[in-house]
Each structure stands twice: as structure tokens, then as C-alpha cells.
């Protein structure tokens, strides 16, 4: 049996943040209440809300493993076929810029 994701909106995303920060109960409780499969969705609105302090802590963006980090990159679906050698070496320098700007520590 396959399982179906859920689809919060930001409010109520927002309420469940809240009530857990009053401290009058309990994650568990809370997810249980508001029905939530997991209560670990729940720490992870905490933290995300935590981090940014507002309701901005919920909108969507590109998920880390996607490799996009909220950056469109600049060179896909581009051909790899090149008519001279500047414009092959114009080409790597922007991959070298987009990955800079994806793995800074590197």
C-alpha cells in the first residue's frame, strides 16, 4: 500500500508552531491533536520557524538533496557542442561559478 504525503498550509503550519511554544503541551500531543502522522514533522517546523521567526519559515523552496538550493543553474539543458575554444573555456568558467555559489566550503 502506497503512502500519500500531506499538504499542510502555511497557517496551520503556523498554529501548530504556536501552540507548541505556549508550552503547554507536548509535540506528541500536538501532532496527535492536529493529526500529524509523525512528530518529527512537527520538530521540523519548530526549528524552520526558530530559525527564521516568522511565517517566511514555511514557504516551500528547492530541497537540499535536489542539488538546487534555491538557485536555477545557469547551464542545463545548454549543448556541450562548441564552435571555438573561447566559447568552451565561457562555458566552464559559469559551471565553476555555479558550483562555487552551491558548495562555498569547498
Not at 18 to 40: C, F, H, P, W
Amino acid at each position: 500500500m502506497s503512502r500519500k504525503n500531506n499538504i499542510y498550509s502555511n497557517e496551520l503550519k503556523l498554529e501548530i508552531v504556536q501552540a507548541y511554544l505556549t508550552g503547554n503541551e507536548s509535540m506528541q500531543k500536538i501532532a496527535d491533536r492536529y493529526e500529524i502522522r509523525n512528530v518529527s514533522q512537527v520538530k521540523a517546523w519548530v526549528k524552520k520557524y526558530k530559525e527564521v521567526g516568522s511565517i517566511e519559515a514555511f514557504n516551500r523552496i528547492a530541497s537540499t538533496g535536489s542539488g538546487a538550493k534555491g538557485e536555477k543553474n545557469p547551464l542545463k539543458g545548454k549543448r556541450v557542442h562548441f564552435k571555438n575554444v573561447e566559447e568552451e573555456r565561457d562555458y566552464y568558467k559559469a559551471q565553476v561559478e555555479y558550483l562555487k555559489k552551491q558548495y562555498p566550503n569547498l
